[in-house]
C-alpha cells in the first residue's frame, strides 16, 4: 500500500513468523534487502519505499488494531522498530478492514490504531461507502500524483517530553539546535547555520559532504542528549533543515532521516516540527510565520507542503507540552496477493 508519501508491505501479525530474528530475516529477504537496487524484492530502493506494517488485532482496550513499523535498511541487512512512521500509519485503517479486523461503516469507518514502537494511540477515519473501502476520492497531498481518499489522523496528547534534552536550545559543535518530540525524536537547525540555503533540492544536499559530516557530528550528540543512547546505528532522531517560508507556510523544511535527504516530510517529523515551531525561544521560532489565530500549520518541503494542525500549551512552571495534533493524508491499496521471498541462505538479520 501507498501510505501518504511513503509505500510499504502490510502483513498480518500471524502470517509472519512471531520470532524477531526469523521476521527480520524474512522481511529482508521479502523486499530485497541488503542490495542499492532491491532488486530482487519488493522494496523501492529507498527508505521511503522500504517499509513494513504488522498489524495484529489489539489487547488494548484503547485500540482496535496493534501497528508494528519496521524500517527495512535499503543496503543493509538490517530491519529496526526504532521509529515510528506517520505516514504508513495511513494505511493501516484500510488494511484492518480489508483484513476483517476491524468492521466497516456504512458510511466511514474510525480505526483506533496503538503504535507498538512508541505506545502512542491515533484514530485514523476513511470513507467506507456500503461498508467497504473506497480508495477513490478528492484529496490531494503534495508528493503524490492524483487524488484519493482522505484519512484524517487524529493523535490525542502523548504524555512524553516535547523538549527532551529538558531545552529549547542546545549547543552542539558550535551549532544552536532545538531537541524535539511530538512523535518523531527531531532536531531543529537553522539550514544558514550549516552554510546553505534550505532550499536546496533533496540531491543537492545527499551530495555535499561537509554538510554530511556536521550532520552526522550533530545527530550523534543530540541522540546522547535525547536519551537514545549511541544512535550511530538507529534511523533517529531525524534532522530538519529550516528556513523562512518561500510560498506562504510557515517554514521551509529539508529533513534527513537520517542520512538520505526526505522527497517531503514524514507525518510524525512534521508534528514534531510544529510543535518546536510554537514553543518559544527555540531554533524555529526564530525562523517560522506562525498565526497564532489558527492550529494549522503548513510545512513546506521539497515536494510541496503538508498542513498540520498542531497546538501547544505552554506553561509558566512547568515544560511545554502538546494539545492536539491531526493531519490529513491519503493511502490506496496497490497490490493484494503472494509474495515469494528469495531462498534463505544463512540468517542475514541484524535487528535493532
Ligand atoms: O515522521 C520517514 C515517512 C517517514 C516517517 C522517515 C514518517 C513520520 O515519511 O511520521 O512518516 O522519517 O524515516 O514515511
Redesign the pocket.
Known amino acids: 500500500m501507498r501510505g501518504?508519501?511513503?509505500k510499504g508491505a502490510y502483513f498480518l501479525a500471524g502470517d509472519l513468523p512471531a520470532e524477531p530474528a526469523l521476521r527480520d530475516d524474512l522481511l529482508l529477504r521479502i523486499m530485497g534487502s541488503p542490495d542499492d537496487r532491491q532488486i530482487d524484492g519488493l522494496g523501492g530502493a529507498h527508505?521511503?519505499t522500504s517499509?513494513v506494517a504488522v498489524i495484529s488485532p489489539s489487547a488494548d482496550p484503547g485500540a482496535d488494531v496493534d501497528y508494528l513499523f519496521l524500517?527495512v535498511a535499503v543496503d543493509r541487512p538490517e530491519v529496526s522498530d526504532r521509529?515510528?512512521?506517520?505516514?504508513?500509519l495511513a494505511g493501516v485503517g484500510p488494511f484492518a478492514v480489508e483484513r476483517g479486523l476491524v468492521p466497516a461503516g456504512q458510511e466511514e469507518t474510525a480505526v483506533r490504531i496503538r503504535m507498538v514502537n512508541t505506545g502512542d494511540l491515533a484514530t485514523a477515519t476513511f470513507p467506507t461507502p456500503g461498508g467497504r473501502v473506497d480508495y477513490k476520492g478528492g484529496a490531494a497531498i503534495s508528493g503524490v500524483p492524483g487524488t484519493a481518499a482522505p484519512v484524517v489522523i487524529e493523535f490525542p496528547p502523548g504524555d512524553g517530553e516535547l523538549l527532551p534534552t529538558g531545552n529549547t536550545v542546545d549547543v552542539i559543535d558550535g551549532v544552536e539546535v532545538t531537541c524535539v518530540d511530538n512523535?518523531?525524536p527531531t532536531v531543529l537547525i537553522a539550514a544558514d547555520s550549516l552554510k546553505v540555503t534550505g532550499y536546496e533540492t533533496p540531491r543537492d544536499l545527499e551530495e555535499d559532504e561537509t554538510l554530511a559530516d556536521r550532520l552526522r557530528i550533530i545527530r550523534l550528540e543530540a541522540g546522547r542528549l535525547m536519551g537514545l543512547g549511541d544512535v550511530s546505528d538507529a534511523?533517529v532522531p531525524?534532522l530538519t533543515l529550516l528556513a523562512p517560508p518561500r510560498d506562504g507556510g510557515a517554514v521551509t523544511t529539508r529533513?534527513f532521516?537520517p542520512v538520505r535527504c526526505?522527497t517531503?516530510?514524514?507525518?510524525?517529523?512534521a508534528a514534531s516540527v510544529a510543535a518546536g515551531l510554537r514553543i518559544e525561544g527555540t531554533v524555529g521560532a526564530g525562523i517560522a510565520v506562525i498565526d497564532p489565530a489558527t492550529d494549522r500549520v503548513r510545512i513546506e518541503h521539497p515536494t510541496g507542503f503538508l498542513d498540520i494542525e498542531s497546538s501547544v500549551t505552554a506553561t509558566a512552571d512547568g515544560p511545554p507540552s502538546a494539545r492536539r495534533t491531526a493531519v490529513v493524508r491519503t493511502a490506496r491499496k496497490i497490490f493484494d496477493g503472494t509474495v515469494f521471498p528469495r531462498a534463505a541462505d544463512r540468517p542475514t538479520g541484524g535487528h535493532r
Not at 83 to 88: E, L, V, Y
Not at 264 to 269: F, K, M, Q, R
Request: charged share 10%.
Open positions: 501518504g508519501t511513503s527508505p521511503l517499509k524500517q521509529q515510528n512512521c506517520g505516514n504508513i512523535g518523531m534511523t531525524k529533513t532521516i526526505h517531503s516530510i514524514g507525518v510524525l517529523g
